[in-house]
Structure formats: C-alpha cells, structure tokens
C-alpha cells in the first residue's frame, strides 16, 4: 500500500527559506518518479518539481533557480528546498507518485510566506 506523508511547511517570511518532506512507503523512491505539485487559494493543482528513479530532476519555470528537489533513497524520503520565497508562494504543498492508471498524494503541508 503506497502511502505518502509530507511535512514541513509553515509560515514564512519574504525572502526566506523552506526545506519541505515527502516520507513514501510501499514503493522505493529509487525507482520511482517522485513529484511536488502546489495548490493556491482559488486556483488549480499545478505541477512545482520532479524527479525519476535515475535521479534526474526537472523545475518548473516559476520555481527555477529558487527551488531544487531531491531525494534520500536510505530514508525513502524526497525533498524540495524553495529559497527565496515571495507570497506568490503561498499553497498546500503536495507529494506525487504516479503509476499507470493512478495517481497517489500526501496530505498536503501549507505554506505561506508574509510579506
């Protein structure tokens, strides 16, 4: 059973930093594409970070150069490091896994940033 735990958000203000968690179980994180999805009030789900079983890493243009995601394959544990953060920032948070046919999400952690 995949189960998917994030952590770490909280309040923060203009300009600083975060280093979120995403904790799977029932799958290994070394050989699965993990994501980072964010959701703002009033707005749609929209895709922040990936990364593969390889450890290949792709950011969106809106996050570029401020955050970079990672992974711990000893801990199963996938991270995003957002530096740099502007209220524009402000979301749940949201660990992804997906295999055919299905999606799997974390609970979600808040963030958001003060101006």
């Known amino acids: 059973q995949v189960q998917l735990v994030d952590s770490g958000g909280e309040l923060v203000q203009l300009g600083g930093s975060l280093r979120l968690s995403c904790a799977a179980s029932?799958?290994?994180?070394?050989?699965?594409?993990m994501a980072w999805y964010r959701q703002a009030p009033g707005k749609q789900r929209e895709f922040v970070a990936r990364i593969t079983g390889a450890g290949y890493s792709y950011t969106a243009d809106s996050v570029k150069g401020r955050f970079a995601i990672s992974k711990d394959g000893a801990e199963n544990t996938v991270y995003l490091q957002m530096n740099n953060l502007t209220p524009e920032d402000t979301a749940v948070y949201y660990c992804?896994?997906?295999?055919?046919?299905?999606?799997?999400w974390g609970l979600g952690t808040q963030v958001t940033v003060s101006s």
């Open positions: 992804n896994y997906n295999e055919p046919g299905r999606d799997y």
């Open positions: 029932g799958i290994s994180i070394s050989l699965s594409t």
